[in-house]
Structures are given as structure tokens and as C-alpha cells.
């Protein structure tokens, strides 16, 4: 069976410091990752999207980026962190025509301060 | 643009009572929509989706949402609430143009408490 595993599961940083969250999914091969924010408050945003090794789309404009360097992993990074990008941090994947269906991981609560 | 509104960010009711969730949404092609609940602390999972079959769709946990056309609405209910319900559901909507692929537009979410 399909898993996902996201890590950490909480992260305090200051502001200024680096950001590195990394996702990985078993049991499936050429998912489509995800990675989407959910500020306190407020719904998801979708903040990256991967069809592929090496291939990112970004949705919008922001201090962070992803990368994914194997076909089951995805990385999200800053070089350095702002206040606003506090938040609550899903990694999500979904396969072919799979009409929108999410498996999403557990997250990693971020607090920069 | 696109959007999904959820109307009430936080819904109150008692243990067996009838749970109803709105949500409106805006495409200007036939949607995807879909619901999904997140728990304390965890991620998402998908309750149902709607993908232009039956306008009526059962979901899991006895949850079910009409699509009405005419409304631009797809709420969720459930005929009674178990404590079990308390958490935060999402209404969403496929973004125009991405296929079957899993970009999504979210609801601002609404928080489901159950009293006893």
C-alpha cells in the first residue's frame, strides 16, 4: 500500500535561518507531489506542484522553493526564513488521472520567530 | 477567478444531530469538488468528491453532498453527529484547466464541534 511520510512534525526556527522539509512516498511510482500551506486562519494554498523529476511549478510568488531530486521525493526549502512563512506545511501526492484525489501527509508545523 | 467560499468558519452542534456544512464555488467550467477532513494534527483526508456523475455523493462516514448547478453549491451533510465528527473539513475545487491532476483551490475551512 501507498505511504507518505513527512518530517518533521514540528520545526521552530528564527528568522533569517534556512528551511529544508522533506517528503517521500512509498509504494507508487511518478506521483505527482504537492506541497500546500495552511496559514493560521485560513485555508490551503498550493505552493509547488511536480509531475516529474526535476520538473516544479511554482504558484505563486514566495521566499521558499522545492525541489525533487528522485521520483518519491520532494523537498521544500528558504534560505532564509521570514515571519510570514509560519504555517502549517502539507506534502501531498496523487497519481495519473487520479480527478483531483489527494493523499496528503501529516505535516510539519512551522513557527518562525 | 476561481474561489470556494465556506459559509461559517466555526459550526456547533449536538451529538445526533443533523450537520450541515455550506460551501459555494465559482468556475466557469464544469467543477470538480470535492471535500475533505483534517483531525488535530494531521493531514487531510478525502470525505467525497464530485466528478459530474450523480449529483448526489455518499462519502465515508456517513457524510454525503448535492451538487446544485443552479447554486454553485456543494454542501455536506450528515443526518447525526457522533462526537467522532469534531474537525476541520474543506471544501474544494479542481483548478480550470489542470486536468485530472490534484491542483486544487481550497475553502477557507470550517471547524465541526460536537457537544454531548
Known amino acids: 500500500s501507498q505511504t507518505i511520510h513527512q518530517w518533521p512534525a514540528t520545526l521552530v526556527q528564527p528568522v533569517g535561518s534556512p528551511l529544508s522539509l522533506e517528503c517521500t512516498v512509498e509504494g507508487t511510482s511518478n506521483p505527482n507531489l504537492y506541497w500546500y500551506r495552511q496559514a493560521a486562519g485560513r485555508g490551503l494554498q498550493l505552493l509547488f506542484y511536480?509531475?516529474?523529476?526535476?520538473?516544479i511549478s511554482s504558484e505563486v510568488p514566495q521566499n521558499l522553493s522545492a525541489s525533487r531530486p528522485q521520483d518519491r521525493q520532494f523537498i521544500l526549502s528558504s534560505k532564509k526564513l521570514l515571519l510570514s512563512d509560519s504555517g502549517f506545511y502539507l506534502c501531498a501526492w496523487s497519481v495519473g488521472a487520479s480527478g483531483g484525489k489527494l493523499f496528503f501527509g501529516s505535516g510539519t508545523q512551522l513557527s518562525v520567530l | 477567478a476561481q474561489s470556494v467560499t465556506q459559509l461559517g468558519s466555526h459550526v456547533s452542534v449536538s451529538e445526533g444531530a443533523l450537520v450541515l456544512l455550506r460551501c459555494n464555488y465559482s468556475?466557469?467550467?464544469?467543477?470538480?469538488l470535492f471535500w475533505y477532513v483534517q483531525y488535530p494534527n494531521q493531514g487531510l483526508q478525502l470525505l467525497l468528491k464530485?466528478?459530474?456523475?450523480?449529483?448526489l455523493v455518499k462519502g465515508i462516514n456517513g457524510f454525503e453532498a448535492e451538487f446544485k448547478k443552479s447554486e454553485t453549491s456543494f454542501h455536506l451533510t450528515k443526518p447525526s453527529a457522533h462526537m467522532s465528527d469534531a474537525a476541520e473539513y474543506f471544501c474544494?475545487?479542481?483548478?480550470?484547466?489542470?486536468?485530472?491532476?490534484?491542483?486544487?483551490?481550497f475553502g477557507q475551512g470550517t471547524t465541526l464541534q460536537v457537544k454531548p
Open positions: 474544494a475545487v479542481s483548478v480550470e484547466g489542470s486536468g485530472n491532476t490534484g491542483k486544487l483551490i
Open positions: 468556475s466557469s467550467v464544469p467543477p470538480y
Open positions: 464530485y466528478t459530474s456523475a450523480a449529483t
Open positions: 511536480s509531475v516529474g523529476i526535476g520538473q
